[in-house]
């Protein structure tokens, strides 16, 4: 068995292999008790050491580690800038999305400024599609063009639209449509007086969070993907006014409309690796039923034909092993037991994002998000 904290402590190594070695594994191994050890590598040890670090950051995924990210985004040394900005893709946050946009525009490395653009594809975001058809306008190199293009066709296919045609007519559209009561140039200050707001992050992560913890009450088996997003959306919906109406009281602000609606897509884009979890658990359970199915119906042709030349020869067949959940097998789960199996991993799925609560723990004010029910 790995010993994590053998390891960690290998991190204060003087021995710089021995350094690399631990990171690696530390980065294999994907366990979030290595993430303060890390971090502290990034901001101290060696240019190569730190490009390991902040890849093996990017294989743990957690979210903690976005700001020493974004940080490094601002490196003196072109390879932490490169490394941070692809891993930042591996992360859904409007904080890994305003960052990753600030590379694109004003990285001077090509290399880094495209890194940055097929993250934000990877990311898949529609938060970030003006800012990608705008610099798609620009004279810059082919290689960064090519980058900027395949960033836009991995938003519209995670998004569900045709092409980036028809991508940025919709979000064309939506903005024509803001700008009926709130000017372009208004809405571009409205989103970065967002943006800035310094713990809009933990809250959007701890209000979805919140919301999610309860969806396998209202889940089951049977609910395909479509379903499952429509009944997600619904959730997440159920109290987001009232989530605005909190942050507009922590900002001393009121919020437009189009306030309102990037408060409601950075929730959205939040929430996306649960439900990546929550779609891929429900493939997972439909195939294994499948499977049982499929077994079941299998094995009972084979008693069907053990039996019809038993009758033929009249002698009985030397008995086929039978497996002991053969039993089981022939009994489909009730709706229940089915019920029970979906909830029970849909609550490991939400206990891996606990974090996300906790976060805020210092933030009182958030719980019940301090808002008397009207």
Known sequence: MVNINKLIKQLSDDEKEKREEAILALGDLRDERALEALIK??????????????????????????????????????????????????????????????????????????????????????????????????????????????????????????????????????????????????????????LEYPNLWPYIRKYVYDQLEGIQTVLSIETDEVTAESKIAEILGEKFWRFVNFMEKKMNRTFSKYQSDLMWQMCWDTSKPIRAEIFGMIKDHKKEVEDIDRYRVWLEKVAEEKEAKEKIEGKPIIEIKEIKSFDDLKKPKTQAEEARTISGDLESIMKKYSTWKKDADDMKDLDDFGIETE
Request: proline letters at 3%.
């Open 41 to 194: 590598v990034v901001n101290q040890d060696t240019l190569e050491n730190r490009t390991y670090a902040i890849i093996a950051l990017a294989d743990i995924s957690d979210h903690r580690a976005i700001e020493t990210l974004v940080y490094c985004l601002m490196d003196n040394e072109v390879e932490i800038r490169l490394a941070a900005s692809r891993a930042l893709g591996k992360f859904s946050s409007p904080q890994a999305i305003s960052a990753l946009l600030v590379s694109l525009r004003k990285d001077p490395n090509v290399g880094v400024k495209s890194r940055a653009a097929l993250s934000l594809g990877a990311i898949g975001s529609e938060l970030a599609v003006e800012d990608l058809l705008s610099e798609s306008k620009v004279e810059h190199p082919a290689a960064l063009l090519y980058s900027i293009d395949s960033a836009l066709k991995m938003i519209a296919r995670n998004n569900g639209y045709a092409d980036v045609e028809a991508l940025a007519k919709s979000v064309h559209e939506k903005k024509m449509k803001h700008a009926e009561i709130t000017p372009e140039n208004v809405q571009l200050s409205e989103k970065e007086e967002l």
